[in-house]
């Protein structure tokens, strides 16, 4: 038992040691709230974007939703929803290779991006949306 107790030390303070986090090294920030959120000009144009499509002013959202994406949204789920909406648009436009490919790209932004059932079963875009899904 002598023996092992020099082993038994040293694996503890190995394995202290990978878990200590390095020293000096900031704890992680707290989440945003949507103050902050709305002075980045890429978040404020997606809420631009979703407050144009909700009120059918679609060449509009279509436009701030495009600035929105060019701006850099942080968030892949942010990304997809801009996106997302962009094929609605596109896809009621009559421009099915835009609505096609806004669809994948919304996949891109986000891998377990998909539409409610409701949005898959529209007439006009659910047979693009049913195209791409996997």
């Known amino acids: ?16 040691a990978a878990c200590a986090t390095a020293p000096g090294t ?6 945003s709230g949507l103050s902050e959120l ?9 809420v631009e974007g979703i407050r144009a ?8 959202a279509e436009a701030a939703l495009r ?7 942080a968030s892949g789920r942010d990304r ?7 094929a609605f648009i596109t896809c009621t436009s009559e421009r099915l290779e835009e609505c096609e490919a806004a669809f994948l790209a919304a ?3 986000d891998p377990t991006f998909a539409l409610s ?14 195209r791409i899904a996997p």
């Open 1 to 16: 038992m002598k023996t092992r107790l020099p082993l038994i030390l040293s694996a503890a303070a190995m394995l202290a």
């Open 26 to 31: 900031p704890p992680p920030p707290p989440p």
């Open 38 to 46: 709305m002075e980045r000009p890429a978040e404020r144009a997606l």
């Open 53 to 60: 499509y909700d009120d059918g002013l679609y060449p509009q």
């Open 67 to 73: 600035r929105a994406l060019a701006e850099g949204l």
């Open 80 to 86: 997809a929803s801009a996106h997302k909406l962009i």
């Open 107 to 109: 996949r891109g932004a």
């Open 117 to 130: 059932r409701s949005e898959a079963g529209h007439p006009t875009w659910g047979p693009v949306y049913r």
